[in-house]
């Protein structure tokens, strides 16, 4: 099984290109907690990498809210729109 990531990072997280969005904390409080986050992060739709579904890139996390799934949090439905718009963005370069 192969498993398609998105890059992320917590530098510069206001300053969106084409092909990114950010989940942060102050301005999506519910989402920013469902996904598991940390650190405000913005993720960019450009830089992207199929991994094999092997604990060395997908360990269970310590005390996973989740039981024994690698599943660190979700994307809420608030974001889809924003998620897709980076997408598309990306994809159309």
């Known amino acids: 099984m192969i498993a398609s990531v998105v890059y992320g ?6 300053h969106l290109k084409a092909g990114e969005f950010a989940i942060l904390r102050a301005v999506h409080p519910v989402a920013f907690d469902l996904a598991g986050l940390a650190f405000d992060t913005k993720f960019d739709f450009k830089v992207t990498l199929d991994l094999p579904w092997l604990d060395r890139y997908f360990r269970i996390p310590p005390r996973s809210k989740y039981g024994q799934c690698p599943k660190l949090g979700s ?11 980076a997408h598309d963005a990306a994809m159309s370069r």
């Open 9 to 14: 990072t917590s530098k510069r997280v206001t």
């Open 75 to 85: 994307l809420h439905v608030s974001l889809l729109r924003a998620a897709k718009a």
